[in-house]
């Protein structure tokens, strides 16, 4: 039994947590936050100078030709830094999407600039609020025209290309589009977590390749939202980690009827919850790498036990941040509301945990 | 990554299952469960236990991790965890030598002499003799040290006076360990001394207790005037605390995670049963309902496969491992519960005949309280955790720094 990461995987990640403290403390999480800039573009050459956005991408089409489970240790680190930039939609989507499912000629056009950051893409699934499948997809593509409304869609508004999920002649079909094209439309909209943007997308006619197979958009958009479930779990949890950190070492400091909060049960114990939370999450997104860098049959349920968890885990542990911290962790000064927009925009950017919740069962 | 065996682990696997499969039959769908309170402990079924173990001695597969001077085999934690998941597949007596093997022989073996080794260790391993635990007392459970039984010196030897309670199977051991107040002048935790005591002397009285699911696993044991030879103290006078902690360090390796939980059982009930009509598991909140047992119940065990994997590389776990009881433990009375639910007004009923799974949700529901709280009750597994994995300040306390016998405390519970 060796369920952990290599020595080597966890030195990587080592390089990257040092990389980031350096680079990308909360202060550049907040200047994106509370400033006019999309995403912190030095960090976002950064991430392309350390290899990390083409961790994955084959050697061959300029990247690192590493596996997922390296990816996942770098994607933890970036949660951990709640690190400003779009690397989310750029790499656990559209280039999983185009390594998976893209011809030798497309892989060629987007790889390599994916690899070195020139080009950001996203996936643009979700048309309407509510909980909804693929069924309900009404952006339509008629000879190669794409036509349709696609919102909210993460880095919409800065992404170069977008892979749609839109019904063609023969059904649901995967779509890559360009989006500084006149058909598209892009509307920035206001994030709940601005450290993070968002767009909506409207198509009128703008031209769209097909991506994989026609007529197979449901099965390859179930399983790109798997592999970007257990990449963005590890975010999560890098996220879900530096929160609880943050809150002990708040709760041994602060000092309240002469002893420090961190000895009164109350808290005691709600951090030891908080603990086991933060490690089933942990185990269950390791579960989730092996299944992924293995293509294991296992994937399906492993994306959905890793997502769901980790989800869970953020959410409650964002939350008693700010409990934990009393009044100053509600102030806009006191970082605790990073992670608790964070939370929410990392939970809901694959689809709700109710959405996965209700997958797992038919995949147990 | 991977969940597979070191060249080395494999190797034992194969031994172990080769000698298993000489000696055993695999397990068959409708086998007893794990009965982990030993309540079936009937006297036929611990002479099977008995002719069991005693086969494992004869093999070589009894007590793995103990010297092999000892009888044991010296063989790694990791081992011994692979001769475990190995047995558990066969149908075997249950374990009623958990307690002994688990907890009284490695205390034994770590504060024992030379000679206590020889005279009990041999008998405990090979099942002729099995042992039970005489710590906690209706005033002292999570507060274990605050145990009010007394060994008065007499001579050679000592006489004590107490009670003690959630023994279990005392009614069918022939020894016990046991932890009493030497010393009610010395501080709470200096003034206890272990013993080793015959359960069949004279002043011994054990007394079943009937659990809320009607089984008879636990006793109270009342020692009246016991004679207790000091050849069979364990460590010094007042030395009784750190020796008890060698063995509920044990008992905290030995209980572990894993309710067994089996969502075969839960999907197959909610197939079953309908909700206005439908079938109870196209209903979307006993779907989420379902995810949720599903995920907590994998995050459990795969967080017991990191542990595994920490053994495997030769270390140590820790106090993290309180985390499988805590979580695991109500995760399974929740799903217990959701299953009665799922079965609307049929979930009062416990009669075999009409009741889905033949009442063993209900039966479940009743048993899994007494997990939450035999070897570390869900709220001192909190404190493990909060002050031995997270670092936080001990509580702040009223027992330290004074005599036992004027700590303050409140009248008799019973």
Known sequence: ?364 | MDFNDTPEEAAFRAEARSWLDANADLKKAGDAAADVLGERATPEIVKQAQAWQKKKADGGWACLTWPKEYGGRGVTPIQNVIWNQEESRYNTPPNIFGIGLGMCGPTILTHGNEEQKKRWIPEMMTGQKIWCQLFSEPSAGSDLAGLRSTAVRDGDDWIVNGQKIWTTGAHFCEWGILVVRSDPNAAKHAGLTYFVVDMNSPGVEIRPITQINGGQGFNEVFFTDVRIPDSQRLDAVGNGWQVALTTLMNERASIGGGSGADFGELINLAKSVEINGRPALEDSAVRQQIARFYTRSKGVAMTGNRTLSALSQGKTPGPESSLGKLVGAKNAQDMAAFAMELQGAAGMTLDPNETPAQGEWQGRYLGIPGLRIAGGTDEILRNIISERVLGLPPESRADKGIAFKDIPTGPPSR
């Open chain 1, 1 to 364: 039994m060796n369920f952990d990461f290599s020595d080597d995987q966890k030195l990587l990640q080592q390089t990257a947590r040092d990389y980031l403290t350096e680079q990308a403390p909360l202060s550049v999480c907040r200047e994106i936050l509370e400033g006019d800039q999309p995403f912190k573009k030095e960090l976002w050459a950064g991430a392309a100078e350390m290899g990390w956005l083409g961790t994955v991408i084959p050697e061959e089409y300029g990247g690192a030709g590493f596996g997922h489970l390296e990816l996942a240790m770098i994607a933890e680190e970036l949660g951990r830094s709640l690190a400003p930039i779009p690397f989310g939609s750029s790499v656990y989507c559209a280039s999983e999407a185009l390594i998976k499912a893209g011809t030798d000629e497309q892989k060629k056009k987007y790889l390599p600039q994916l690899a070195n950051g020139e080009r950001i893409g996203t996936f643009a699934l979700t048309e309407k609020p509510g909980q909804n499948d693929v069924e309900s997809i009404t952006a339509k593509v008629a000879g190669g025209q794409l036509s349709g409304t696609k919102m909210p869609v993460a880095d919409g508004d800065v992404a170069d290309f977008a892979v749609v999920a839109a019904v063609g002649d023969k059904g649901l079909s995967l779509y890559l589009v360009d989006l500084d094209q006149s058909g598209v439309r892009r509307t920035a909209l206001q994030a709940l977590d601005p450290s993070r943007s968002i767009a909506r997308l409207d198509f009128d006619n703008a031209e769209a390749t097909l991506l994989g197979e026609e007529g197979q958009g449901a099965a390859l958009a179930s399983n790109l939202l798997d592999r970007a479930a257990v990449l963005m779990a590890f975010e999560q949890l890098g996220a879900a980690q530096a929160c609880f950190e943050a809150t002990r070492e708040f709760t041994l400091g602060r000092y309240a009827f002469g002893r420090p909060v961190a000895s009164f049960q109350a808290i005691k114990h709600r951090l030891a919850d908080m603990w086991c939370e933060l490690e089933m999450a942990r185990s269950n997104a390791y579960y989730g790498a092996w299944a992924l860098s293995g293509e294991e049959p296992e994937l399906p349920m492993a994306a959905c036990i890793a997502r769901i968890q980790a989800t869970e885990a953020l959410d409650l542990i964002s939350l008693e941040m700010i409990q934990m911290h009393g009044g100053v962790g509600y102030t806009w000064e006191y970082d605790c509301h990073l992670f608790y927009r964070r939370a929410k925009a990392l939970g809901a950017a694959l689809g709700s945990l109710a959405a996965w919740k209700d997958k797992l069962v038919d995949r147990i």
